[in-house]
């Protein structure tokens, strides 16, 4: 069975610096998608990252960049330049591989709740 | 930008009322999903729906619970007699299909049994 595992319940990090939140899981399957959502305080999920289990690169968007080690199965997601804003918390997520009983489910990790500091 | 509307935001009811949860999907996604997020806790798989039927539902998914999908564009979630324990955020999501799934989450409910 896939498993996502987020080890830090809480991250502390001061503005403008950079902060790594740890993911990882448990497949064996091959093909599968990894992502990260931000929730703030205000509840709503907010898509930040994908990366496909095939990608040769680490994927990025703006200030979040993922640190994908497929041997370790491990995809953390990096924050550059910490802001405010960004205190909320923060989920790692796994679609399992498609498959004739695949339904495009999400399975989450625990989350891991993140405070800047200014 | 496309928006998954959810309403309503937020909803308290008394124990063992039927409550109705009301998602409008993207209009040009074909999968939807329920998730449920009990506070503070992680998000949880409810059910999947796709083609007008349901594709996989977790074991949350009791026979409490059902989805439909009325008129082609609202995608609802019922409970039929709430508990306590239904207290949580729910959130509707829905994708597209290919390879880069593109799930979108709505802004929740969050149902208050009391």
């Known amino acids: 069975a896939q498993k996502i595992t987020q080890t830090q319940p809480g991250m502390f990090v001061q503005e403008k610096e950079a902060v790594t939140l740890d993911c990882t899981y448990d497949t064996s399957d091959q093909s599968y998608g990894l992502f990260w959502y931000k929730q703030p305080s205000s509840g709503e999920m907010i898509f930040l990252i994908y990366q496909g289990s095939y990608d040769e690169q680490n994927a990025t968007e703006g200030r979040y960049s993922l640190n994908f080690q497929k041997a370790r199965k491990s995809a953390n997601l990096v924050i550059s330049a910490s802001q405010l804003g960004d205190s909320a918390m923060y989920f790692c997520?796994?679609?399992?591989?498609?498959?004739?009983?695949?339904?495009?489910?999400?399975?989450f990790g625990q989350g891991t709740t993140l405070q800047v500091k200014p | 930008e496309p928006e998954v509307t959810q309403t309503p935001s937020h909803q308290v009811t008394q124990m063992g009322q039927e409550v109705i949860l009301r998602c409008v999907p993207i209009s040009n996604h074909l999968y939807f999903y329920w998730y449920r997020q009990i506070l503070g806790q992680k998000v949880e798989f409810l059910v999947s729906f796709y083609n007008n039927e349901i594709s996989e539902k977790s074991e949350i998914f009791d026979d409490q619970f059902s989805v439909e999908r009325p008129d082609g564009s609202n995608f609802t979630l019922k409970i039929r007699s709430t508990k306590l324990e239904d207290s949580a955020m729910y959130f509707c999501?829905?994708?597209?299909?290919?390879?880069?799934?593109?799930?979108?989450f709505g802004s929740g409910t969050r149902l208050t049994v009391v």
């Open positions: 997520a796994m679609r399992p591989p498609r498959g004739s009983s695949n339904t495009g489910k999400l399975i």
């Open positions: 999501a829905s994708r597209r299909d290919g390879l880069f799934y593109g799930y979108t």
